[in-house]
């Protein structure tokens, strides 16, 4: 009796209302192209080729998305254990300074595949521990995570700028970023399997980190609905009641959740500097983080979810880029504008459209809406 | 010659394999209160729900004064004058009764003319049928039984001439209820129609004129109330004979069990809830607390079972402490044997959101029994989970369905099997059989009494008396607090009520 609305099948809870959102999405970009005097079909034409036309865009594309299949991993394992993280930015970051320094200590003595499981590990300690704090004083003093993870974002940015522009940079260089690291903190790249499919690739800098992407998804599905700790935080996120009368930890679970949270925040460092750029740069993480929250949302905290939404947003981001290199009236910022309306849609309005969905599946087959498709003759 | 309020011909709804509704066919006569029963499950949330355009029925027609009508949401069944009162109110919490009840009808943007006519609207109401509530009140400073009558309230503001009432007494303390049947009563004598659905026959009988029964989907009778009898229903409902009391031999006590000694316990506000109460459960019997709901009975629950802080006292279990510092892990607890049925079987007992195999390990997923290391083995907690399901037979029989598609009876299930099938030592219930058919009820005495018959010590706290009465080897009796008197179960309902209701435990004896 609590629920006013009948429930509607899988397919299109996951697949037909994203599908619709993001079409919304794009008829409100169109409009906005057409309002610089663009042509909306030949834009969404450049920005679809732009990312999965060529090997090369692929590449790209899938560049981008291991990033954000990390944060948007990210925001999903707080999410189901009832927390809002929104430091993962920081969390991110920050990890960027565990990294720099296991890679600056290995990279002329070991080779990749040792420094890699290192690197891995001080970025996930340095993600997880960026985020301990605000956790501890949610789960102890009741400060609202939201906040002191925003707030963490802000002092993860202060001390990155003192660490490059201190003892991580090279002393005679003016940039504020590390040297470039040896070949024994580079990252293979994976644009030779995307060659095995015929496609041609001047240079991009897909690497193996997207594979340990995907394996991260499938542990944090595992995490969430196989583990004994999974079952506490989901029901610590349904009904912290609930959790306290099932004698799960407040503290405990909070803390623990949050640290597997900021450890995947803290592993999307891994791709843009191992993996491309070999150093470790000021502001390397570039939003990535809050991309997260629309990757997280839109993929319906699923794993699998959160893999699709990312690689979406690694075809905008490619594709945009594109976009604005072959367009000239559509700027950098007009990107970032469809980006937000993609994310405005697919995230916050996320409800916007269900009720109608709703109505229009019980108008045309009341009994499809229900738990499953139903059995047995109509009566 | 009396005219149909309300028709229902052939109305089928199914949500996927269920059948919740198959050709249901029902007539409500105008100005005449008809009541419906039926188990857990049975179908009569649905057939509401689709009257009132919840849900769409499958096929079927609805006849609102023998027209022929579509309702496809709540706002077309408003417009049709039906009215309804959920089982969870739907009230904004920190709006004033009188900004409740014009939410969603306000007419116009600066609201003062909409607030000056409803107050005046209100006030009308509420000497007509006699629902007295003050128009400025908050809600959330209100007790439930005036929720319900501002929920009753909202209804009759928006020209409802049809009420339905979905278990509306669930909730309410029996003077709340005899309140509330007096207001029916006043509806129906203005002309109203009452839709009552209820599991306590007894209030079928004092108050409705017609009553129907449903049985798995099914219509399965419909009977003038005064030519009819609780016995007589409970078996249409159930398909067989149901105990409306069950037998039970002389308790054998043994050692106690659990020892309760001065314990005080406050509130989120600091207002003493639990005030130096002392008590002994001993192996083998049952012991009931009676009292009014609100006494303090669910923070005494809490306390116990370690959800609580408490403020001053003991709680012994097998002769070791209990941890009353707020600190104690009520997972410790359940290895040493002390098992707790909530009374909030909604947000504390259960997780409605969760598969039904998720929710019968709660509490108990750090049983080895449902791991392979730090995995769940969800082959043994779905089997584990059938089992139950299959042992109270819980409907539908589908462990892997969400909890919140249960029906209220099948989810109280849900908990009292995974609690008492642990074998506890010592079981603490709160409110067995809150929203559970007479069936069910049947069922859950019967286990409650044979857990107490292999030696368990069980503590049972119920608003209803009936049951306290039924099922108790002894009885406490709570007002403000404090137990203010203990009785045998050959006590009468006069002597605890008088009790309940906070009279002199010496006059009360009398
Ligand atoms: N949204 C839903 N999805 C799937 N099944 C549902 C849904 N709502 C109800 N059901 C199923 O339909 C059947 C009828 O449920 P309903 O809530 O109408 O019973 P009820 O007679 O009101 O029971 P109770 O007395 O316990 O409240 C039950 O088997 C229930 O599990
Ligand atoms: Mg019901």
């Not at chain 1, 340990?212 to 989901?234: N, Q």
Request: glycine share 10%; net charge negative; hydrophobic share 50%.
């Amino acid at each position: 009796m609590s629920t006013p609305y009948a429930k509607l099948p899988a397919w299109a809870d996951y697949g037909l209302i994203p599908v619709i959102n993001l079409a919304v999405a794009f008829v409100v970009a169109g409009f906005v192209v057409m309002l610089v005097g663009e042509n909306p079909f030949r834009a969404a034409v450049i920005l679809v080729e732009g990312a999965f036309g060529k090997g090369q865009g692929i590449a790209f594309t899938l560049f981008y998305a291991t990033t954000f299949i990390f944060s948007g991993l990210s925001v999903a394992v707080a999410a189901h254990c009832g927390l809002f993280n929104i430091g993962g930015e920081g969390q991110g970051y920050i990890a960027g300074l565990g990294i720099g320094i296991v890679c600056l200590a290995f990279d002329s003595v070991l080779p990749w595949w040792l420094t890699f499981p290192i690197a891995i590990i001080a970025a996930a300690a340095m993600g997880a521990l960026w985020a301990l704090i605000p956790a501890y004083l949610q789960a102890k003093r009741g400060s609202h995570i939201v906040i002191t993870t925003i707030m963490f974002n802000f002092i993860a940015a202060s001390v990155m700028v003192y660490a490059l522009v201190g003892f991580l940079k090279p002393p005679s260089s003016m940039a504020p970023q590390t040297r470039t690291f040896l070949d024994g903190a580079q990252l293979p790249k994976l644009n030779w399997v995307i060659e095995l499919f015929g496609a041609k690739i001047r240079s991009a800098p897909l690497n193996i980190s997207f594979l340990l992407a995907l394996v991260m998804a499938f542990l944090v599905w595992l995490l969430i609905w196989r583990t004994r700790l999974g079952y506490e935080m989901r029901t610590y996120g349904h009904s912290p009641k609930a959790a306290r009368y099932a004698g799960i930890s407040e503290t405990r679970i909070i803390i623990i959740a949050m640290m597997i949270s900021g450890a995947l925040a803290g592993m999307m460092a891994l791709n843009p500097t191992m993996g491309d750029q070999h150093n470790v740069a000021l502001d390397f993480v570039s939003g990535a983080g809050f991309v997260g929250i629309a990757v997280a949302l839109m993929g319906r905290l699923h794993p699998v979810g959160i893999v699709l939404a990312a690689i979406l947003f690694g075809m905008l981001y490619q594709g945009g880029a594109e976009l604005a290199f072959e367009m000239p009236a559509i700027s950098r910022d007009m990107i970032v504008i469809i980006q937000g309306l993609v994310i405005l849609f697919a995230g916050a309005l996320e409800h916007m459209f269900r009720p109608y969905v709703q109505a229009l599946f019980a108008s045309i087959s009341p009994r499809s809406v229900g738990i499953e498709a139903a059995k047995g003759k109509g009566a | 010659m009396a005219q149909a309020a309300i028709e229902l011909i052939g109305i089928n709804k199914s949500f996927g394999a269920v059948r919740a509704n198959r050709d249901i066919n029902l007539e409500i006569v105008r100005g005449t209160i008809h009541g419906i029963v039926g188990e857990n499950g049975a179908g009569k949330s649905t057939l509401m729900s689709i009257l009132y355009g919840f849900y769409q029925a499958d096929s079927g027609e609805i006849r609102v004064g023998g027209k022929p009508a579509s309702i496809k949401t709540p706002n077309d069944a408003i417009a049709l004058g039906i009215g309804m009162v959920h089982q969870h109110f739907m009230l904004v919490d920190n709006f004033t009764v009188l900004e409740n009840v014009i939410l969603g009808a306000e007419s116009d943007a600066l609201l003062t003319k909409s607030i000056a006519k409803a107050r005046s609207e209100l006030e009308r109401l509420e000497r007509e049928y006699g629902l007295e509530v003050d128009p400025d009140a908050i809600i959330e400073e209100l007790p439930v039984g005036l929720q319900q009558r501002v929920e009753i309230l909202k209804a009759l503001y928006r020209g409802a001439e049809i009420l339905i009432l979905d278990e509306p007494t669930g909730v309410l303390t029996p003077a709340e209820a005899d309140h509330l049947f007096r207001i029916l009563k006043q509806l129906k004598e203005q002309g109203k129609t009452v839709v009552l659905i209820t599991h306590k026959l007894r209030e079928i009988m004092a108050i409705t004129d017609t009553v129907s029964v449903m049985r798995q989907g099914t219509m399965v009778a419909t009977r003038e109330t005064r030519k009819t009898t609780v016995e007589e229903l409970a078996e249409l409902m159930v398909g067989r004979r149901v105990l409306l009391r069950v037998e039970k031999g002389e308790a054998e006590a043994g050692g106690v069990k659990l020892a309760v000694k001065n314990l005080t316990v406050k509130d989120s506000r600091g207002v003493t809830m639990v005030d130096d109460i002392s008590f002994d459960i001993r192996a083998g019997e049952i012991v009931g607390i009676a009292g009014v709901a609100g006494n303090g009975q669910s923070e005494l629950l809490e306390a116990i079972s370690g959800i609580r802080r408490a403020v001053s006292g003991s709680v012994m279990l097998d002769g070791k402490p209990i941890d009353l510092t707020g600190a104690a892990d009520p997972g410790e607890l359940r290895d040493r044997g002390l098992a707790h049925v909530p009374e909030d079987r909604h947000h504390v007992g259960l997780v409605l959101a969760f598969e039904e195999n998720e929710n019968s390990i709660l509490g108990y997923h750090d049983d080895p029994r449902y791991l392979k290391g730090p995995f769940l083995d969800i082959d043994a907690i779905r089997n584990d989970a059938r089992d139950k399901i299959t042992k109270y037979d819980i409907r539908p029989a589908d462990c892997r369905l969400k909890t919140a598609n249960f029906s209220g009876g099948n989810q109280q299930k849900i908990v009292l099997a995974r609690e008492m099938e642990q074998d506890p030592g010592v079981l603490i219930v709160g409110q067995p059989t809150r929203g559970v058919d007479v069936g069910a009820i049947e069922f859950i005495h019967k286990r409650l009494i044979a857990m107490r018959d292999q030696g368990k010590a069980v503590l049972v706290v119920s608003v209803e008396l009936d049951e306290i009465r039924s099922l108790s080897d002894r009885i406490l009796v709570m007002f403000a607090g404090r137990i203010v008197g203990e009785r045998g179960p050959e006590a009468t309902e006069g002597e605890l009520g008088l009790l309940m209701a906070g009279v002199e435990q010496r006059e009360a004896a009398e």
